[in-house]
C-alpha cells in the first residue's frame, strides 16, 4: 500500500489485514520502489500524486521489471487522460477517491483470483491484458440484465465474470463506466463460450460492430 496519506494507509493496512493478507506500507515512491527490491508483492495498491517519486515514477520502473505486480491505482484523478496513463503504463485496475472499502477489497480479491487462474481457453487472434473493472450488462436491445466484472480485455473481446450464466452465441452490450466520460461505454459482443468460476459464471466475449468511439477508448488503453 503506497500513499502519502498516513491515516488511509493504516487504515487500509488494518483492513485488509484482518482478511488475512499480509500488508507492507510505504509513504511515497521511492520507499516503496526499495521495498519492491527487497520483496516483489503479490499486488500493489499505489496512489499517484505524492512526493519525491510519484505514482508515475512507481509505474515506470515496475514496468521494466520482468514480471511486474498487478497494481491499483487509488487516486484522486478523476481525468480520462490519468486512467489512460495509468492502464497503458500498467495498471490492472483504478479507483477514484473517495471510494468505498468494500469495492477496493472486491477489486484486490479479483486481481489476485485472476493471477492465478488457468488461461481462458477460447482461441485468439489477439492477447488481452488483465484489467478488473465493474461493467454494466445489457440485451442487445439495450435492456439492462445483471452487474458483472470485466476481467481483461483485448481489442476484439473480453472475459466477463457474472453471478448467472450466458448462453452460448447469445448477443450482449457491455456498459463500461470510464473515469472522466460522461456516459459509459457501449461495446456489443456474442458470448463464445461460459462455465463456473470462483466469482459466479465466466464469459468469453467476441465483440463485433466497435464504433468509433469505442475503438478510439479501446487503441488508447491497449496502444494499438
Known amino acids: 500500500m503506497?500513499?502519502?496519506?498516513?491515516?488511509?494507509?493504516?487504515?487500509?493496512?488494518?483492513?485488509?489485514?484482518?482478511?488475512?493478507?499480509?500488508?507492507?506500507?510505504?509513504?511515497?515512491?521511492?520507499?516503496?520502489?526499495?521495498?519492491?527490491?527487497?520483496?516483489?508483492?503479490?499486488?500493489?495498491?499505489?496512489?499517484?500524486?505524492?512526493?519525491?517519486?510519484?505514482?508515475?515514477?512507481?509505474?515506470?520502473?515496475?514496468?521494466?521489471?520482468?514480471?511486474?505486480?498487478?497494481?491499483?491505482?487509488?487516486?484522486?484523478?478523476?481525468?480520462?487522460?490519468?486512467?489512460?496513463?495509468?492502464?497503458?503504463?500498467?495498471?490492472?485496475a483504478f479507483l477514484v477517491k473517495p471510494f468505498r472499502f468494500q469495492d477496493l477489497v472486491s477489486t484486490c480479491q479479483r486481481m489476485l483470483d485472476a493471477i492465478g487462474e488457468r488461461p481462458d481457453h477460447e482461441r485468439r487472434r489477439d492477447p488481452r491484458r488483465l484489467l478488473v473493472t465493474d461493467v454494466d450488462l445489457l440485451s442487445a436491445e439495450g435492456t439492462p440484465l445483471a452487474r458483472g466484472d470485466l476481467v481483461n480485455l483485448g481489442v476484439r473481446g473480453a472475459r466477463l465474470d457474472l453471478g448467472v450464466p450466458l448462453p452460448e452465441g447469445e448477443l450482449v452490450r457491455l456498459a463500461i463506466n470510464v473515469p472522466g466520460q460522461l456516459r459509459p461505454l457501449r461495446i456489443d459482443g456474442h458470448v463464445q463460450w461460459q462455465?463456473?468460476?470462483?466469482?459466479?459464471?465466466?464469459?468469453?466475449?467476441?465483440?463485433?460492430?466497435?464504433?468509433?468511439?469505442?475503438?478510439?477508448?479501446?487503441?488508447?488503453?491497449?496502444?494499438?
Open 2 to 92: 503506497v500513499d502519502d496519506e498516513a491515516e488511509l494507509r493504516r487504515l487500509l493496512a488494518w483492513i485488509l489485514t484482518d482478511l488475512g493478507h499480509d500488508v507492507e506500507t510505504a509513504a511515497d515512491g521511492a520507499l516503496a520502489l526499495q521495498s519492491v527490491e527487497a520483496h516483489m508483492p503479490d499486488l500493489m495498491i499505489l496512489d499517484i500524486l505524492m512526493p519525491h517519486v510519484d505514482g508515475w515514477g512507481v509505474l515506470a520502473a515496475l514496468h521494466k521489471l520482468p514480471a511486474p505486480p498487478p497494481v491499483l491505482v487509488l487516486t484522486g484523478l478523476v481525468e480520462y487522460p490519468a486512467f489512460v496513463k495509468a492502464v497503458r503504463e500498467g495498471a490492472s
Open 195 to 224: 462455465r463456473p468460476g470462483d466469482h459466479g459464471f465466466a464469459h468469453g466475449l467476441s465483440f463485433f460492430g466497435i464504433g468509433e468511439r469505442e475503438a478510439e477508448f479501446l487503441t488508447d488503453i491497449l496502444g494499438r
